[in-house]
């Protein structure tokens, strides 16, 4: 009789099972950094003596990739045949700026979020925070010369520029 | 009739479990799935010059190291076997096999870095500015490859030459 009723009445108790899932999930959504969407995915070049970064929260991180267009908070800021809408480069008179967009959105969005220092020699209100340029190691460094100077124009200048390196294995390299 | 009644109303309540688990299941199998390892990533320091434009300072009377880089031979993109994926073996990402690039400095050429690396390591690293002029065609692993090996050496100032060539 006693048997019998332990056969009828098996019933897993869920609760732990439960209890374990929702700290699973926990787990996965405080790893899940929300700050890993704005990488872009392209291969790093390799360097020795690449210190290891220890991202500062709010930092722009502008993605290169190997044709040189630019990529912030996954938005494209610069790409091969973008439309001058007719602007100038304010540095090299005369000549079309592709990189209007970048310089805009930099001045707009990014820099009045950055710490500021006042610069006696200069007389001029730098960027204290630096700015981290990530690119494709194929990408042509002509590329990221450009948006170097893109970052001293007037109402943007920047001046700490940290580049993505990757601290890899030998086997990575040719 | 109402014996019963009261007799259902004091039955356990039992609440369905079965969809709350199902969803927890579908929310921690889209976690693992979305999941994107913090990736390790490392970087170089570099400054750009604080006053806007290209420095015209021509009367310098200190040492300086020009670092010119131009490509000798750029290679052939070819896939990349160390990206390779189950899709694609032969590899996902492209590089340049057999790139070869010609490093001057004050005259004197290098085709490889530990020539540089020897020829750089007499300067002053405290005192010596270093600019690194990236002629055309460079691309960006090239001037990492030589940044890598001026911040290795301990040279503290180290610039971009600016690109004010042609196209």
């Known amino acids: 009789m006693a048997r019998r009723k332990a056969d009828t009445d098996v019933e897993v108790d869920m609760t732990p099972m439960i209890d374990m899932t929702f700290l699973l999930i926990i787990f996965f959504i405080i790893v899940n950094d929300l700050s890993q969407q704005e990488l872009e995915e392209l291969k790093l070049p390799v360097a020795k003596m690449a210190g290891h970064d220890d991202p500062p929260p709010g930092r722009p991180i502008l993605n290169v990739l190997p044709d040189g267009t630019i990529v912030w908070k996954r938005r494209k800021l610069f790409w091969d045949g973008m439309d001058t809408m007719g602007r100038q480069d304010p540095i090299r008179k005369g000549r079309p700026d592709y990189y209007w967009k970048l310089a805009d959105t930099l001045r707009d969005e990014v820099v009045p979020f950055m710490k500021k220092e006042f610069d006696e020699n200069l007389q001029k209100e730098l960027v204290d925070d630096p700015i981290l340029i990530r690119a494709d190691r194929n990408t042509p460094f002509k590329y990221i010369q450009r948006i170097m100077e893109v970052c001293t124009r007037e109402g943007i200048l920047i001046w700490k520029v940290q580049l993505a390196a990757s601290e890899e294995t030998p086997s990575d390299q040719h | ?167």
């Not at chain 2, 079965?18 to 693992?32: E, G």
């Not at chain 2, 750029?74 to 189950?86: K, R």
């Not at chain 2, 010609?102 to 020539?115: C, K, P, Q, V, W």
């Open chain 2, 1 to 167: 009739m109402s014996e019963r009644r009261t007799n259902r109303e004091f039955e356990e309540v039992k609440p369905e479990m079965t969809p709350m688990i199902d969803v927890t299941f579908l929310l921690l199998i889209f976690f693992i799935v979305t999941l994107k390892f913090k990736t390790l990533e490392g970087r170089l320091d570099a400054a750009l010059p604080k006053d806007r434009g290209t420095s015209s300072s021509q009367a310098e009377e200190i040492e300086k190291v020009d670092v010119i880089l131009q490509v000798a031979n750029p290679g052939q993109l070819v896939p990349d076997p160390s990206t390779a994926t189950q899709s694609r073996p032969e590899g996902r990402l492209l590089h340049y096999s057999g790139r070869r690039i010609r490093y001057t400095i004050g005259g004197s050429e290098f085709t490889n870095l530990e020539e540089v690396h020897r020829f750089l390591d007499k300067f002053d690293k405290e005192e010596t500015p270093v600019t690194i002029d990236a002629r055309k065609g460079t691309i960006y692993e090239d001037v990492v490859k030589v940044l890598d090996v001026v911040i290795e050496l301990g040279f503290k100032q180290v610039a971009f030459a600016g690109s004010f060539e042609e196209e």
